[in-house]
């Protein structure tokens, strides 16, 4: 097969795929015929070949898809009038202290905030698929150890975590909640949902909030000296880092 032709098949396949693709997926379509470098090289050249339209192709964390860019959303909106979840403050500080964090307990969190966090907030960030439970701590009760996942990083059009935005000063959690594109998140889930809505998920806009938290500073560090031992995960499938 051509490299034209190749480009095609790819093209094709990563505009129908309803979720990102990964090179080994892609790679089944030529029957292993094409090498991964070489597939790496033809979804660069697409990537090139579709600089200013209106449709990009990106890497995320789960492989490779097509998306609007973002300066067009505004007008994809319209398509879709509803407004996106809305979500607390204290639910927003506790996802970018997670991403930032990772892997933290509950009381790592509520150390770093300053108040108690409501157990419905980590359930509403499971049931998003933005976090997950990766191990426990071995310490006194074992707490869980909360990681992001591949799917906050893809809603976030990321294809890992060093590509967050970088924290500024000294007030982190101010400077993570500022630069964070939760507009990204929200329009994601606002679509999901619009396909397959679930009754069970909490109301975003309902969650129970706590108090005003205590300021994030670059020299907090949940991280104690206890061992931690990890739950069983495929290797490389996890995209959260040590803090």
């Known amino acids: 097969m051509n490299t034209t032709d190749a480009k095609r098949v790819l093209e094709t396949a990563l505009i129908c795929a309803p979720q990102p693709l990964s090179v080994r997926e892609l790679g089944t379509l030529f029957d292993a015929e094409i090498s991964a470098d070489t ?10 070949e579709w600089t200013g339209r209106g449709v990009e192709l990106v890497q995320v964390a789960s492989g490779w898809r097509f998306q609007s860019r973002p300066e067009l959303r505004p007008y994809l909106d319209r398509l879709h009038p509803e407004k996106p ?9 506790t996802l970018a202290i997670i991403a930032y964090r990772q892997p933290v307990t509950r009381g790592d969190m509520e150390d770093i905030r300053g108040v108690t966090i409501n157990s419905l907030i980590l359930k509403q960030l499971e049931d ?3 976090v ?7 310490t006194v009760g074992r707490p869980a150890l909360f990681a ?4 906050f990083l893809d ?9 967050l935005p970088p924290l500024e000063g000294s007030n982190v959690q101010e ?3 500022g630069r964070l594109d939760f507009d990204a998140l929200s329009a994601n889930v606002s679509s999901a949902e619009a396909e397959a809505p679930d009754a069970d998920d909490p109301d975003p806009s309902t ?7 205590a300021a994030l500073t670059s020299e907090s560090d949940p991280q104690s000296s206890d061992s931690i031992t990890q739950d069983d995960h495929e290797s490389g499938e996890h995209p959260s880092r040590n803090a």
């Open 39 to 48: 597939l790496k090289t033809l979804l660069a050249d697409l990537q090139l």
């Open 207 to 213: 969650v129970v909030t706590d108090d005003q938290p």
């Open 128 to 130: 998003r698929g933005w």
């Open 175 to 177: 400077s993570a909640l």
């Open 148 to 151: 992001t996942t591949r799917q």
């Open 132 to 138: 997950e439970v990766i191990g426990h701590r071995e």
């Open 155 to 163: 809603d976030l059009g990321l294809s890992s975590l060093d590509q």
């Open 85 to 93: 979840p809305r979500y607390s403050r204290a639910t927003l500080e």
